[in-house]
């Protein structure tokens, strides 16, 4: 079993950066595919991004891309959300979540493929 805690998220002005961390602790992270999604107010969860245990294969959600960028190092066992010209449509919490049934080098968009979650951190961005 692996634990996930979220860390940098925090308020920012529209065009503004953020950088989440998703740390893992309790299995080598290597072992996992990572995503990270969110969730707005009133709205259900949404894929936002995610990579392959390898770190060789990303895919993003179309209102994400060219913005967003996913990575992860597996030496420190975690993952990182770079967020660029962020919206005030981005603002929501933000889970990173870990997939381990899936192959080396591959990645799934789908919420319930992840096995284990973190407890989010919140994002907002004003206008």
């Known amino acids: 079993q692996v634990h996930l805690v979220e860390s940098g998220g925090g308020l920012v002005q529209a065009g503004g950066s953020l950088r989440l961390s998703c740390a893992a602790s309790?299995?080598?992270?290597?072992?996992?595919?990572m995503g990270w999604f969110r969730q707005a107010p009133g709205k259900e969860r949404e894929f936002v991004a995610t990579?392959?245990?390898?770190?060789?294969?990303?895919y993003y959600a179309d209102s994400v891309k060219d913005r967003f960028t996913i990575s992860r190092d597996n030496a420190r066992d975690t993952v990182y959300l770079q967020m660029n010209s962020l919206k005030p449509e981005d603002t929501a919490v933000y889970y990173c979540?870990?997939?381990?049934?899936?192959?080396?080098?591959?990645?799934?968009?789908?919420?319930?493929?992840?096995?284990?979650w973190g407890q989010g951190t919140q994002v907002t961005v004003s206008s």
């Open positions: 979540a870990a997939d381990r049934r899936l192959a080396f080098g591959s990645i799934t968009t789908t919420e319930r493929e992840y096995d284990y």
């Open positions: 309790g299995r080598t992270s290597s072992m996992y595919a």
């Open positions: 990579i392959s245990r390898s770190g060789g294969n990303t």
